[in-house]
């Protein structure tokens, strides 16, 4: 029998009411992907170390010791991680989220909870990695004499736009994959090529003056540079780079949120 969803739902603001009531449930698929996750995994959460962790080394290596990219006098170790840190954070997000309706195929065709749930859920596990590598990433700042300073601060709105244009992109792609799997299959590839697009192996100082506004446009630049500047530099970030991001990542969200919830009309007899 077709299985059709409450009518309420269909509205965005009501929508967001409805995960609201079912936070509980968000926390338990999180709480189950995460354990899933390091199931049976002999190093366990230290996987969520080992991934930045083994690109800061390789990083280091080929790009500041064999060609000598310029980090602004950072220690390029602490420099490439500041940036890691963040792009972890985006990639391991999406690598879960995009897929997480087409993994719980069965759940979707045969019970009825808000759907956005599953990939707010990915973004939360995502977010548990996040926390492990930055106890790293405190140990790292004791190791190089880090200033802590009051910019400091600026990490918490830094990573709520994060969060905001991560859970935009999760939205859209993982509703899109249900109907196109080729998203699941492109969108590996379309991370590696962003990294690049991002100031994670080298500085925002090396984009050319006249190109700069343009390569800021990139949510993910802007946030990265941000990171950089007060976690490591202590210095606020450029508001004049970051206030358009912000905005962006806002209205984003909102887009794909009700790109979502129409999409979701059709989950149970598509997926």
Known sequence: MKHVPPQVTHQASDGVLEILQYRALLWTFALREIKVRYKQAVLG????????????????????????????????????????????????????????????????????????????????????????AGLVFCGMMLFYQVRVTIDLLWVFPLLLIQVAFTVAVAFFFSALNVTYRDVRHAMPLLIQLWMFATPVIYSVSVVPERYRALYLMNPMAAVIDGFRKVLVQGHSPDLWSLSPVAATSVILLWAAYRYFKRAEEAFADVI
């Open 45 to 132: 959460a230290a996987w969520a170390v080992l991934q930045p962790l083994s690109l800061m080394v390789v990083f280091t290596l080929f790009f500041s010791i064999l060609l000598n990219v310029s980090s602004d006098g950072i220690p390029y170790p602490l420099f490439v991680y500041s940036a890691l840190l963040p792009w972890t954070f985006f990639s391991t997000s999406l690598a879960f989220a995009i897929p997480s309706l087409t993994n719980n195929a069965q759940l979707i065709t045969k019970v009825y909870f808000p759907r956005a749930i599953l990939p707010l859920a990915s973004v939360l596990a995502a977010g548990f990695d996040f926390c492990i």
